[in-house]
Structure formats: structure tokens, C-alpha cells
């Protein structure tokens, strides 16, 4: 065999060989971005249980979290609007303040019996009122806050009933530590004519209840 073939020869198996590498090495860089492409997707798939893992633990913390506000609000709330209980504890608390007798506790009227509206008629502002339930009077939902009810109280001393200022300032912080009466949305208090240590006062007193 001359050169020139043996020549001819190798530079063929030089060229079958760089196909046979080219080949290869676009076959094994298919197969590893294949391998590539599945791991980016199983790396997806775990990350995505992880965060429903993650979602679901935050549920039941969210669940057992709102079940203990929940309680707290039951017993932070009163489940009732015993007008005769609520009377007591504010005459209580004036005692305790060194009032010994308020000269009135008053609650709005009571609509409990009254003849409702005849259908279709509606009194002016009552579309823009939010729904009390039949059979509860004298209260009026708390915007925000399903399910809870404001009623109104108004606590009185008359002008010739006066308490000394003093008094009067350890009830006003007594009701409003009392869960009953924890608001005080509106006083007026009138300082006594002949002696300005004493006062008379009218209180409006905000009660939240649950029923």
C-alpha cells in the first residue's frame, strides 16, 4: 500500500471519526438538557407542595389562632342584653365609686310589639341602615363586626342629686374597665352653682353584646 493511499485513508477515519465526536457530544448535550429540563421540573413540583405544606400549616395555626380570638371575644363580649344585670353593674360601680345613688340608667325605646312598616314602605334612612334581627330591639349592629350589637345607655345625676369630681372620675375609669360598658361615647358635666367641687353629669355609655 503507497502513502498516498494509506494518506486518503487516514484522513477518511479522521472525518468518520469528528462525526462520530460531533454526534456524541450533540447527543449527550441533548440528554443532559433533557436531564436539565426534568430537574427544573421536579425542583418546581417539590417547591410547590412545600408552599401548599407551608399554607397548610398557616391554616391550621389561622384556624386554632381565630378559635382562640373567638373565645376571647365570647367572654370579652357579653352574650346578652339583660337590661336589670347591666343596671346593676353600673349602680355597682357607682357604689364603689362613692356615689350612692344615680338619679337615672335609661335605654332607648323599645320596638319590641310595634307594628311593622307595611310592605314597600320604608322610613327615610332605613335603606342605608344596616338589618337588626326580628325580635332583638333596642340595639343597632356594629358596622364591620358581624354579629355584634350596640346598645345605648344613658346614666344621669341630677343637678340636685351632685357628686363630688373625684367621685365621678373613679366611676368614669371604673366603667370603662368594666366589659360591659368599656365605652363612654359622649359626657356632659355640670359643675354645681354654689360648690364647683360637686357635679351632676350625663353619661352615654356604648354596650356591645353578642346574643
Not at 364603689?96 to 335609661?106: A, T
Amino acid at each position: 500500500m503507497d502513502g498516498k493511499r494509506m494518506h486518503t485513508i487516514m484522513f477518511g477515519a479522521l472525518i468518520i471519526l469528528g462525526l462520530v465526536l460531533v454526534g456524541s457530544v450533540y447527543f449527550a448535550n441533548k440528554a443532559l438538557s433533557d436531564k436539565s429540563k426534568e430537574l427544573v421540573g421536579l425542583r418546581a413540583t417539590k417547591q410547590a407542595k412545600e408552599e401548599q405544606e407551608k399554607q397548610l400549616i398557616k391554616a391550621k395555626e389561622d384556624i386554632k389562632k381565630y378559635s382562640d380570638l373567638n373565645e376571647i371575644a365570647k367572654s370579652v363580649v357579653p352574650q346578652d342584653k339583660d337590661q336589670a344585670k347591666t343596671v346593676a353593674e353600673i349602680v355597682d360601680l357607682a357604689s364603689k365609686s362613692g356615689i350612692k345613688r344615680l338619679s337615672s340608667v335609661s335605654f332607648p325605646p323599645s320596638t319590641l310589639g310595634a307594628a311593622p312598616p307595611k310592605e314597600g314602605e320604608k322610613t327615610e334612612g332605613e335603606a342605608d341602615k344596616p338589618k337588626t334581627p326580628a325580635g332583638l330591639t333596642q340595639v343597632t349592629p356594629v358596622k364591620g363586626i358581624g354579629g355584634v350589637y350596640r346598645l345605648q345607655i344613658t346614666v344621669t345625676q341630677a343637678a340636685n342629686e351632685p357628686v363630688t369630681y373625684s367621685n365621678f372620675l373613679n366611676f368614669l375609669s371604673k366603667l370603662e374597665h368594666n366589659r360591659r360598658t368599656a365605652q363612654v361615647s359622649s359626657i356632659n358635666v355640670q359643675p354645681d352653682n354654689k360648690n364647683p367641687d360637686l357635679v351632676s353629669f350625663t353619661l352615654v355609655i356604648s354596650e356591645y353584646i353578642k346574643p
